[in-house]
């Protein structure tokens, strides 16, 4: 791996063993990892939404459960970003 990520030579990807090494270190290690960062994303950016669409439109002052999915949608970034 090392030896691809000093060249400059692009025919070195198209090569199975590289494309082989590169989609094992993807299922292996990659996959797992961005699919858990996705669906936090995806939790906080619909928790925004429905707190938004109840506390603003419907207009309901209990909006405990939704500061709280927020709040959780928060700490994986954060957590992410600190560690």
Known sequence: MELC???DELKLFD???VDSLIN???DTYGRAHHSFGLTMHVFYVFSVI???KKV???DHDDALLYN???GIGVAYPAY???C
């Open 50 to 52: 429905a707190y938004t």
């Open 56 to 58: 603003y439109i419907e």
């Open 24 to 26: 094992y270190k993807w």
């Open 15 to 17: 090569s199975d063993s």
């Open 68 to 70: 709280t999915l927020i």
């Open 5 to 7: 990520k000093d060249s």
């Open 80 to 82: 992410y970003d600190i």
